[in-house]
């Protein structure tokens, strides 16, 4: 699914960031997920909530939030779309007034400086930066237990390999126009494909510190979706990577 706009190709400074936050029965989480990106430091800022067909009303727990100066949109699907349709809604819903998007799950939180300094990565050099990325605290919330999970330096040939770019990154606007958005087709690995072709044309940068915390809860896509639709959407990257590699010769 491909976006153009309009505008300018020109961006007025500072870089507008528009954070996305699909949420799907997660009531009970997403206000801190909020809280985490309200309390960056970091303006202008925007989020953007899309309530996927959630049944435990997510709504209700976010209208007290102390906004401040941050912009809080609420989307609501009245059924389930999947992530990649919640977050492409998002993202279309917020494209004119954002130059770059950042991602974060309702289950999840931003670390201290997470989008500041992520924003300064991506304004070294606007034109090939695509993706900006880095650690993470994996936080079991059933055990109790959190470690720090450590994400290489990016390489393409490492990319192809596995998915070692995390699922909270920055990605330019620019990145989705030329590259495309989330397959609405894909329940898995969706961001892995995304990922993929972004990096055929941009660069993707590192941050060597873990910058958000990202909680296993028992309902991750990991424990909840069948191994077959796993391995299905593994088989259709491995045959997408080879059709454009076939594709470029």
Same mark, same amino acid.
Not at 211 to 218: A, D, E, I, P
């Given at each position: 699914?491909?976006?153009?706009?309009?505008?300018?190709?020109?961006?007025?400074? #500072?870089?507008?960031?528009?954070?996305?936050? #699909?949420?799907?029965?997660? !009531?009970?989480?997403?206000?801190?997920?909020?809280?985490?990106?309200?309390?960056?430091?970091?303006?202008?800022?925007?989020?953007?909530?899309?309530?996927?067909?959630?049944?435990?009303?997510?709504?209700? +727990?976010?209208?007290?939030?102390?906004?401040?100066?941050?912009?809080?949109?609420?989307?609501?699907?009245?059924?389930? +779309?999947?992530?990649?349709?919640?977050?492409?809604?998002?993202?279309?819903?917020?494209?004119?007034?954002?130059?770059?998007?950042?991602?974060?799950?309702?289950?999840?939180?931003?670390?201290?400086?997470?989008?500041?300094?992520?924003?300064?990565?991506?304004?070294?050099?606007?034109?090939?930066?695509?993706?900006?990325?880095?650690?993470?605290?994996?936080?079991?919330?059933?055990?109790?237990?959190?470690?720090?999970?450590?994400?290489?330096?990016?390489?393409?040939?490492?990319?192809?390999?596995?998915?070692?770019?995390?699922?909270?990154?920055?990605?330019?606007?620019? !990145?989705?126009?030329?590259?495309?958005?989330?397959?609405?087709?894909?329940?898995?690995?969706?961001?892995?494909?995304?990922?993929?072709?972004?990096?055929?044309?941009?660069?993707?940068?590192?941050?060597?510190?873990?910058?958000?915390?990202?909680?296993? +809860?028992?309902?991750?896509?990991?424990?909840?979706?069948?191994?077959?639709?796993?391995?299905?959407?593994?088989?259709?990257?491995?045959?997408?990577?080879?059709?454009? !590699?076939? !594709?470029?010769?």
């Amino acid at each position: 699914m491909r976006v153009y706009d309009k505008e300018s190709e020109s961006n007025s400074c #500072p870089t507008r960031v528009t954070v996305i936050i #699909p949420c799907h029965n997660h !009531a009970a989480l997403v206000q801190r997920a909020i809280d985490s990106v309200v309390a960056q430091d970091y303006r202008p800022l925007n989020i953007v909530v899309i309530d996927d067909g959630s049944k435990d009303n997510p709504e209700s +727990t976010i209208s007290n939030i102390d906004k401040k100066d941050v912009e809080l949109i609420f989307i609501r699907n009245e059924s389930p +779309t999947g992530p990649s349709a919640a977050r492409n809604k998002g993202i279309m819903e917020t494209w004119e007034n954002t130059d770059v998007f950042m991602m974060l799950d309702a289950d999840d939180y931003y670390l201290d400086g997470k989008i500041k300094k992520s924003v300064q990565k991506y304004e070294d050099n606007k034109k090939y930066v695509g993706i900006v990325y880095s650690d993470a605290i994996i936080e079991n919330l059933n055990k109790g237990t959190k470690i720090h999970e450590f994400r290489e330096p990016f390489s393409r040939d490492a990319l192809e390999r596995e998915c070692v770019i995390s699922n909270t990154p920055l990605v330019s606007k620019e !990145a989705i126009k030329s590259c495309g958005m989330y397959d609405e087709e894909m329940r898995t690995c969706e961001d892995w494909d995304l990922w993929l072709r972004i990096t055929e044309t941009f660069v993707a940068i590192h941050l060597p510190e873990p910058l958000h915390v990202y909680s296993v +809860t028992g309902r991750n896509s990991s424990d909840t979706v069948d191994k077959e639709v796993w391995q299905s959407n593994w088989q259709k990257i491995r045959q997408r990577l080879l059709h454009r !590699a076939n !594709a470029s010769i």
